[in-house]
């Protein structure tokens, strides 16, 4: 398996020092670089390209501190801010567009009615990504 | 009308925004109505944007150059890494890390201030040393008073700054710097009697080292610099071991001594390694016992140190100062009392050649020669004294701050830096108390006089001010306080008053010199601030840009050459008026430089200066005095300045532009601007060939 852009989704939660640690160790191996991407997610009653303050400033704290521990890493890193309606399908298609060889997705742990939750954007990419995907969930907390 | 094709080639050939604003471009999914916005940030990683403002990051911080990145890595090795405003909070200290920064100078005064007092004391021969242990009583009396008085300053005054925003609050500016620059003195000799004296304390154990003094005692305020860059966290916890460890084996030290005498088996008291005979040269006067009471009051030095970093420590910040304070206080005068009593009781003669102190030599009384506690003591003393400057590098930086903001002292010292700490003012500090330590050999007994007259002054500022504030507000009680202040200002004064009588000459007069020179020194920089403020403060918001107008442009130019043509051109972009001038050194090349000139199409007015005595920059700066006197408008310079690749390539160069640029920097109404040429391959640059040359470019 040849990879040359491991993409690795970012939504803010505890599990993404994680995500970014696999990432970069996989990418480290393969001598790939890193894509880190934080997908706002704009509601329907909002137009596609509005200005969302509060949320553009997380993305960017977000993606700030998941690229100073990817350089820590020592692994050449990129990082990109997207709007979109659904956080699924914008995954998908920058990972299509930049030509990313993997996806590695990060699952915070949660239950629901008993049982381990994995929500639909982890599954939606599952389905529709072109790419291999690797999810990481995160360890059961105590 | 411009037609659509016209004005989209107008908009593809604008320059971009000069702005860092990110840029929205929308994209099309894979699937029909995907659609997604990918937000262009053009400072991704160097800023973030929070509130509508940008944010460096600590990315931005990072040098280009591989020279800048070593550094770096030096700096983070030995500093650690950078931190945020944001970390502040974090950074500051509980009560046990705040004694171990604070208290060394206040408590480490117990390794020398029973030996300051028996020094003058032993005047009167060996009998008059059992009149230490009242004096020593008196002193704690004293220090208790000025506790006391601390921890309302404390209270009153949490923001910090101690004897100096007392004394301003209270009594005026002149009083409050004179406080100020008796506590500055008070920080810089803190630091240089500290390391003098554990210095000493090896010396004491190693006699061989005697000599190595002043050089072992700057390596240690190096040492403590590279602590306090650090952070204050940081140099409390590194410096918590040797506090606790000399507290703990003095304390040891007393409690044994104290049984031993207790149960009559009283030491006999060891000789000072310099056996000079002890012989009354005077009788026991007044005037006798006020020196060695001054002498020992250098156990009270110190305890001023907490109440002008109140906003250092952990919330309750007011409770944990005061706390830290009373701590502090109640170690110093057990185990001052405790020494005085021990050297008083097994009669412990001080030594005249100060190689081995009295400590040592109640430790070897007590314990014995060569056995494992007195060389644990003389090791814990020794590494406790070294690190007793903490105090002075704690203190001193804050109040240095503090003056800054109030505009007494250069803004510089204002500046937090990686670590959150005021680094400007510790090595400041450093290097006027090494200088001080070298000046002075690395005597104790030397710097001593100069130490305590400016912590008593301050000390009498304080209580003067406090004094000054009961009187004025008449708040509850403040009979009772004026009562306290009144007493510890006396005292105060009384000290300051006879070291500076009785030790006058042995070094007290340079602080009485040095304290009127800060002090005119501290005014000095304010006015200049004051006089900056009034110059360029803006009243009125609501002016306008004032209109401007083209300046007369003066392009001074060595050669007809790429830089030269780049200045040219700049200068024409600025203002219509523009002359260049050359400065020949002979006429041939003065004549070669005007052909030059003429053929080429640039049309440019030129002058040429010929310059028989071969000076290029005087004949320039006259020229362009005349010019302007009789042309009013402002004038502007353009300086055409080659760049080598390399920073060692600059040698090769003689860098006119430079030295008329340096020259030019005071010359009112002038605008100078660089137009600097960055020195390229020359691969790419047409009609230059690999054969060398013997003209200089620069």
């Known amino acids: 398996m040849q990879v040359k852009l491991v993409l690795a989704p970012l939504a803010g939660t505890a599990v993404d020092p994680d995500v970014v640690r696999v990432a970069t160790t996989l990418a480290k191996a393969w001598k790939a670089q890193v894509l880190l991407i934080h997908v706002i997610e704009v509601r329907w009653n909002m137009p596609l390209d509005a200005v969302l303050e509060a949320d553009t400033e997380r993305g960017e704290v977000i993606l700030d501190e998941a690229t100073r521990l990817a350089e820590q890493a020592g692994v050449q890193v990129e990082s990109e801010l997207v709007q979109a309606r659904e956080a699924s399908a914008a995954i998908i298609d920058t990972a299509r567009d930049r030509g990313a060889d993997l996806i590695v997705l990060g699952m915070p742990y949660r239950r629901r009615l008993g049982r381990t939750y994995v929500g639909k954007t982890i599954q939606s990419v599952y389905v529709g990504a072109h790419c291999a995907v690797l999810a990481y969930r995160q360890e059961e907390t105590r | ?698």
């Open chain 2, 1 to 698: 009308m411009k037609d659509p094709g016209e004005a989209k080639a107008d908009r593809e050939s604008e320059p971009p925004p000069l702005t860092l604003e990110e840029e929205r471009r929308a994209a099309s999914g894979r699937l029909p109505g995907n659609r997604y916005v990918r937000i262009i940030r053009p400072a991704a990683g160097d800023f973030r944007r929070s509130r509508g403002h940008y944010v460096a990051t600590e990315r931005s911080l990072v040098p280009e150059s591989r020279f800048g990145r070593t550094y770096q890595r030096l700096r983070r090795f030995f500093l650690g890494k950078r931190l945020g405003m944001e970390e502040e909070a974090e950074r500051r200290v509980s009560k046990l890390t705040g004694l171990a920064v604070l208290a060394p100078s206040n408590v480490s005064s117990s390794a020398y201030a029973t030996e300051e007092m028996l020094r003058v004391v032993a005047l009167a021969g060996v009998a008059a040393l059992t009149l230490a242990m009242p004096i020593a009583f008196a002193i704690v009396a004293v220090l208790a008073i000025i506790v006391v008085s601390e921890m309302r300053v404390i209270s009153l005054y949490p923001g910090g700054g101690g004897s100096y925003i007392v004394a301003r609050d209270n009594v005026g500016i002149f009083p409050g710097l004179v406080a100020a620059a008796a506590l500055l003195v008070d920080y810089v000799l803190t630091v240089a009697v500290s390391t003098a004296a554990g210095v000493i304390a090896i010396s004491s154990v190693v006699p061989e080292l005697g000599d190595a003094r002043v050089g072992l005692g700057i390596a240690m305020i190096v040492l403590l610099v590279l602590g306090h860059l650090r952070g204050i966290r940081e140099a409390g916890l590194v410096f918590a071991v040797p506090t606790y460890s000399y507290i703990a084996a003095v304390g040891l030290l007393i409690a044994y001594g104290t049984y031993r005498i207790a149960t009559g088996d009283v030491p006999a008291p060891v000789l000072p390694r310099d056996e000079a005979e002890v012989t009354g040269v005077t009788t026991v006067t007044a005037l006798l016992l006020l020196r060695a009471f001054a002498a020992g009051a250098v156990a009270i030095t110190g305890t001023e140190a907490v109440a002008n970093v109140v906003q250092g420590f952990k919330a309750p910040e007011k409770r944990n100062a005061m706390l830290t304070l009373l701590l502090m206080a109640g170690t110093l005068a057990t185990l001052f009392v405790g020494l005085t009593f021990l050297a008083t009781r097994i009669g412990i003669v001080p030594d005249a050649g100060e190689i081995e102190s009295v400590n040592s030599m109640i430790a070897r009384s007590v314990f014995g020669d060569a056995s494992l506690p007195y060389f644990a003591i003389q090791l814990t003393t020794a590494i406790f004294l070294l690190v007793a400057a903490n105090t002075g590098f704690s203190g001193f930086p804050r109040l240095a701050a503090v003056l800054a903001n109030d505009r007494f002292m250069p803004r510089q010292f204002a500046y937090q830096g990686d670590r959150l700490s005021n680094s400007f003012g510790i090595v400041a500090l450093a290097l006027v108390a090494g200088s001080i330590l070298a000046m002075f050999g690395g005597s104790v007994n030397a710097l001593v006089p100069l130490y305590t007259i400016a912590v008593f002054l301050s000390f009498f500022l304080s209580q003067a001010g406090l004094l000054r504030r009961w009187l004025r507000l008449r708040e509850a009680r403040w009979w009772l306080w004026a009562a306290v202040n009144t007493v510890g200002a006396g005292i105060m004064a009384g000290l300051v008053v006879t070291i500076a009588i009785t030790r006058l000459f042995e070094g007290a007069w340079l602080v009485l010199v040095l304290l009127p020179l800060i002090v005119l020194m501290l005014y000095g920089i304010n006015r200049h601030y004051v006089a900056v403020h009034d110059a360029l403060t803006l009243t009125d918001l609501d002016r306008p840009l004032p209109e401007p107008t083209p300046p007369a442009v003066i392009v001074p130019i060595a050669r007809l050459d790429r830089s030269a043509l780049q200045a040219i051109a700049f200068a024409r972009s600025i203002s219509p008026h523009v002359r260049a001038v050359h400065v020949a050194t002979t006429p041939q090349s003065a004549e070669e430089f005007k052909r030059r000139w003429a053929r080429w199409a640039g049309r440019v007015p030129l002058d040429i200066i010929e310059s028989p005595y071969r000076s290029l920059v005087e004949p320039l700066l006259r020229y362009i005095d005349r010019v302007n006197e009789r042309d009013p408008r402002p004038l502007t310079i353009v300086l055409a300045e080659f760049v080598p690749r390399h920073w060692w390539e600059f040698v090769l160069h003689s860098q006119t532009a430079f030295r008329l640029k340096a020259s030019l920097l005071f010359r009112p109404d002038t605008v100078v601007i660089n137009v600097p040429y960055h020195f390229r391959d020359t691969a790419d640059v047409a009609g230059d060939a690999a054969t060398p040359r013997t003209e200089d470019p620069g």
